[in-house]
């Protein structure tokens, strides 16, 4: 069980928008106190006015922020109870549309920054013999669908690595959660980069078109950390999904090949 309650001491990236704003919020409402961090200079005007929330800019691809972020937790914090590695952005397209610099662009960020979370306060967790990393994927980490290569990619990496540290960190007393919705409301799109117009649109659409939020998403997966829940599957399509292709291979292979043979046609001598 991790308590998420009055005094429990919270980062969380990513929190200016989306899933990290709405973590940041409820958490604060329960009275943790949190250090909400993002890539942007000013805290989001969301934020404001609430008890024990503390904003300080952090790009996750820079170990200078990192080291800046592990420094004001030791003063004001002196620890820290739970990470929550959620900053993240979207890229996707067919292969061949791709680009190295887009590859490397979403690998320093959705992965590598949550590998730099992780080795940033993993030792201060060993030292306190507590803690608990929460880490936030996709149901694309474990469900791989056509033209999301880059994006299905890190997100199966955050998931093997988070698989990785929860057996590893166990005799340090250190819990590890990886975090797995499918599409939901959110600004995720916003970020999304990539050269092929079909396939973002595509993925816009199932973005903007979710009847899920952000906000019940994080009730969900909140409830599931307090439980000590390592997968955390918050929606009803991604645990559909997850079981699926564990139970019933065959048909989760024919729908994949049904939604690759749908894309080939629309975009059939386009570039």
């Known amino acids: ?43 989001p005007e969301a934020l404001a006015g609430l008890a024990d929330v503390t904003y300080l800019q952090l790009d996750v691809t820079q170990d200078p922020h990192w080291d800046r972020a592990y420094a004001w937790v030791v003063r004001n914090f002196e620890g820290l109870d739970v990470l929550f590695n959620n900053a993240g952005v979207a890229a996707g397209g067919r292969i061949e549309l791709s680009e190295i610099d887009q590859w490397q662009w979403i690998i320093d960020i959705n992965l590598l920054g949550v590998v730099r979370g992780c080795k940033t306060f993993v030792p201060l967790f060993k030292v306190q013999g507590a803690g608990h990393i929460v880490n936030t994927a996709s149901a694309a980490g474990l469900v791989h669908a056509p033209t999301m290569s880059e994006y299905n990619a890190v997100k199966a990496a955050v998931v093997a690595l988070s698989e990785t540290l929860r057996h590893e960190l166990n005799p340090a007393g250190v819990k590890v959660s ?15 980069r990539g050269k092929d117009e079909a396939a973002l649109k595509a993925a816009s659409k199932l973005i903007n078109g979710s009847s899920r939020t952000a906000d019940g998403v994080a009730a969900e997966v909140l409830k599931q ?47």
């Open 1 to 43: 069980m991790t308590s998420l309650t009055s005094g429990t001491r919270v980062l969380v990236t990513g929190a200016s928008s989306g899933l990290g704003l709405a973590f940041a919020q409820q958490l604060a409402q329960a009275g943790c106190r949190v250090l909400a961090t993002d890539v942007h200079a000013d805290a």
């Open 225 to 271: 950390v307090r439980r000590g829940t390592y997968l955390i599957l918050p929606d009803r399509d991604a645990v559909v999904a997850y079981h699926a292709k564990r139970m019933a291979r065959p048909v989760y292979d024919r729908m994949m090949f049904k939604a690759a043979a749908r894309v080939a046609a629309k975009t059939r001598g386009k570039a």
């Open 178 to 192: 990886v975090v797995c919705p499918t599409f939901f409301k959110t600004n995720l799109g916003d970020s999304m």
